[in-house]
């Protein structure tokens, strides 16, 4: 029976990371345009020999340095911008728009990190403050190539327990998207310069987020993470003292394993093969791998929540189960919990619901 429902899982799970005709493969690249940005002791990538090597110097620089590569200035313009709540998906198969769209609050800012593309630099985060505030609020990072509505009712789940939320439009999603690409790509590609650029930037728009709700009097603070989010959600929390209370829904361990053997990134890994094996890729962007940073992650007290899925073909158990030893090896304060499902049938009846309880539950006790 325990062998019929795992393949049924499986199969499930499988028609669901392939709905989608619009991924696209691209070429490896080194991104070395992007890597001037963030140049080891301020050498240009372009004189190194053997860029392999320059990018695996690089990765050890900048974990070595890591609080100051995840610092920023910052910004200035903050404000609220109201404006109708459109889906913007951007799956093959994306649900419409509503034929009525829903007024919303928007935070938005410029982002400490810059990119070639001025309405991805331009951070969104649909505001969602608790009826009666207790001080207390989430940043909320939904998966890759989510949609605008991804993650919404979550943080409405949050303002029932007076807790206030700031829903986080990753790099290069939704409103941030520029118009040549069709699906979130540049957040995670075969271009290695980029991929860390994007967490980079995702790391200090998460922090960003809380200056702004300190200044709107809030006091306790948390993010919760999916997926790609939940990476982004890791590395930020390292690096920020003022996040105590974090959910990882879904988590890994090394970017790159999770890119090479996971079933919704196959057209990534197409690109990339040929060109670098998986050890050296782990290296190349081992500056955006949570394992990199569990040293700093337990620097301040923290409560955690892990969510895996046990039937996971994206985000595989076995890596999960890492992470979850890691907490363990540093003696951190967390919890673990695991669903009977897979990473994309996370988000099916009625596994969305036995997540959505995990989550909410957690947020409602931790703070």
Known sequence: MRTRYAQWMYDWETRLTTRDTNRVVRPFEWGLDWANSFALNGSSPKAAENLEQYFHALND???????????????????LERRPAMRMGTGANALPEPEQPQMADFLR??????????????????????????????????QWNS????????CQIFNRFGVSALRLSKPYHDIRKPAEIERADYAVSANIGR????????????RCCLDWLEAQGYKEFGVLGTSLGSCYAFVASAHDS???VNAFNHASTYFADVVWTGQATRHIREGIEQAISLESLRQAWLSISPMAYFDKYARWPKKSLI????????????????????????????RAAVLPCGHYTTGETPFKYMDAWHLGRFVATAF
């Open 147 to 154: 949609d605008a509505f991804g993650h919404n009712a979550l």
């Open 195 to 206: 991929t860390i650029s994007a967490c980079r930037q995702a790391v200090t728009d998460i």
């Open 61 to 79: 620089h900048i974990v070595a340095h890591s609080d100051e590569f995840y610092s920023y200035k910052q910004p200035t313009d903050f404000r």
């Open 307 to 334: 969510v895996y899925a046990k039937y996971d073909l994206t985000f595989l158990p076995e890596f999960s189960k890492q992470v979850v030893e890691n907490f363990e090896k540093w003696k951190l304060n967390f």
């Open 109 to 142: 800012f410029t982002s400490p990190v810059r990119t070639p593309y001025p309405q991805n630099d331009m951070v969104n985060a649909r505001w969602f403050p608790a009826k009666k505030p207790s001080g207390r609020a989430m940043v909320v990072l939904p």
């Open 242 to 244: 003022r996040l105590k």
